[in-house]
Each structure stands twice: as structure tokens, then as C-alpha cells.
């Protein structure tokens, strides 16, 4: 399986960004995706995940102003960052979970099957 994400860049605060994550290699529908971010001397951290059945999760800190999204038919997964904050300056990476290890809205670490490349995001003040 690979994960590639695309779409990170350098923004002003209140500024909006879509980061995208395109899979191949199995059967995309299959799996629930969750998008983390990690910024520089922090532990890495979900933002948002979304199911096989297209139900979004969202961490508070992004509640309102980003957005998951899948597409199946193009396997890909999006995260739409509106009103966006320096405090989301961060490496963006997208991960994919068997269908099982998503339980109650939850996407822990350690249930993710693949990870793809971050994709830098950087808001200005």
C-alpha cells in the first residue's frame, strides 16, 4: 500500500488549505483514514478520521474549521483547514486503519496499518 499526501504549504492565519491523500495498492472502501499532524518538538497527534462509512471524527482544536473528507472512487482522503492558526503549523500525515481497528469514533496510533509521507503545513501570523 502506499500513501502519498499533497496539498501542504505556507498560509497566512484565517487562511484555508486542503491537504490531500491519495492510496492505492489494496482496496481503499476497506479502510478507515485518519489524518495526524506532528509540529516540531511535539509528539504526534490526531487531528481527524473518517470511517468506511464516511462518519467524521475531529479532535476539539479542529472542530468547525477543518473538514475530512473521502472520495472512494479516486481513493483518496481529504482535510479541508479553514480559519487556520499558527498553532497548526505542523508536518501533516495521513494513515489507514483496517475497518476494525476504527471503534467508537476512536484512531489510536497503534491501529494504523500504513502511514504515508507528511506534507508540510505552515500558517503565518
Known amino acids: 500500500v502506499q500513501l502519498q499526501a499533497s496539498g501542504g504549504g505556507l498560509v497566512q492565519a484565517g487562511g484555508s488549505l486542503r491537504v490531500s491523500c491519495s492510496f492505492s495498492g489494496r482496496t481503499f472502501s476497506n479502510f478507515g483514514m485518519g489524518w495526524f499532524r506532528q509540529a516540531p518538538g511535539k509528539e504526534r497527534e490526531l487531528v481527524a478520521g473518517i470511517n468506511i462509512g464516511g462518519h467524521p471524527h475531529y479532535v476539539d482544536t479542529v472542530k468547525g474549521r477543518f473538514t475530512i473528507s473521502r472520495d472512494n472512487a479516486e481513493n483518496t482522503v481529504y482535510l479541508q483547514m479553514n480559519n487556520l492558526k499558527p498553532e497548526d503549523t505542523a508536518v501533516y500525515y495521513c494513515?489507514?486503519?483496517?475497518?476494525?481497528?476504527?471503534?467508537?469514533?476512536?484512531?489510536?496510533?497503534?491501529?494504523?496499518?500504513?502511514w504515508g509521507k507528511g506534507t508540510q503545513v505552515t500558517v503565518s501570523s
Open positions: 494513515a489507514a486503519y483496517p475497518a476494525w481497528a476504527v471503534v467508537g469514533g476512536l484512531y489510536p496510533e497503534s491501529g494504523v496499518d500504513y
